[in-house]
């Protein structure tokens, strides 16, 4: 790969770190070689990166539930430390699910944090949210990812991130790209983010959208068993987790805390079986 606009090096550095929650670590895409047991769509755009041009460290600081203002105290100052040249942000799509969120306030949060990241001279990508489609339930809070959205928007602009419009990506209206909770992509949808975030920073890759024939059309008993489940499955053990004060991520570390090097063959998973290997002999 030539030299890319998209992605200067500072100093000969390549550095990209992931910021986040669930979207970024990778809550959908399961793989248990890996850290947390999951992969995700950042995971396969370290890999790219690597292999198109080779001596890329990659950290992902991302954990499942939190709110913006642990992205902030938790995620910021590592990932400042670790002097990036590429990061990567999601946060603010678990303020937005909480009901007493102060949306103006909380995009205020947003800014300064992007204001940060964009000081160090890095590339940032940011990303809107996707109105998935979960329940009626959820219809009111559409109006806050839409005002969500447009201030992302309106910040991407200002301070020069490149933007991952994932409102629009019209890919993700096919159930099949998301997982059994309704909320996390599948496995399916991590894989094209990863390759709509790759064509945004104008690297080369071969993630090819799957080639699925039309969703076959659930009969009203199938449709009433899925809802059952879902409900069952994950709705209950939702709100249990809101009355307890307790999260996902409560227990977890971030999968990659430190910049690693990305093998170019293999990826990380060949890292991660390394580690392990290492970890036994000891």
Not at 48 to 65: D, E, F, T, V
Not at 84 to 101: F, R, S
Not at 249 to 254: E, F, M
Request: with cysteine; glycine share 8%.
């Amino acid at each position: 790969m030539g030299a890319n606009p998209l992605l200067p090096e500072l100093e000969g550095r390549r550095v990209f770190v992931a910021l986040g929650d669930s979207f970024t670590e990778g809550v959908g895409d399961r793989d248990e070689r890996l850290p947390n047991g999951v992969r995700g769509w950042a995971d396969r755009v370290a890999e790219k990166l690597a292999k198109a041009r080779p001596g890329w460290r990659y950290a992902n600081l991302a954990i499942r539930s939190k709110r913006l203002r642990h992205v902030i105290t938790e995620q910021l100052e590592p990932a400042l430390a670790m002097r990036p040249t590429l990061v990567t942000l999601y946060a603010g799509g678990n303020d937005i699910l909480d009901l007493g969120t102060d949306m103006a306030a909380l995009m205020d949060d947003y800014e300064n944090l992007v204001a940060s990241l964009a000081g160090t001279g890095a590339t940032v990508v940011l990303f809107t949210g996707f109105d998935v489609k979960v329940s009626a339930l959820l219809e009111p809070l559409k109006k806050r990812n839409a005002a969500y959205n447009q201030r992302v928007r309106e910040i991407a602009a200002k301070y020069g991130a490149v933007l991952v419009d994932y409102w629009c990506l019209d890919a993700f209206h096919d159930r099949r790209m998301w997982d059994s909770d309704r909320l996390h992509m599948s496995k399916a949808g991590h894989k094209y983010l990863a390759g709509q975030v790759l064509d945004q920073l104008g690297v080369p890759h071969k993630i090819r959208p799957k080639d699925w024939d039309p969703p076959a059309r659930l009969s009203l008993r199938e449709w009433e068993r899925r809802q059952r489940r879902w409900v069952n499955d994950w709705v209950l053990p939702l709100f249990g987790r809101k009355i307890r004060g307790i999260t996902l991520g409560d227990a977890l570390s971030p999968r990659w805390p430190e910049p690693v090097k990305v093998p170019r063959k293999g990826g990380l998973k060949k890292l991660a079986e390394s580690r392990r290997a290492d970890a036994g002999s000891a």
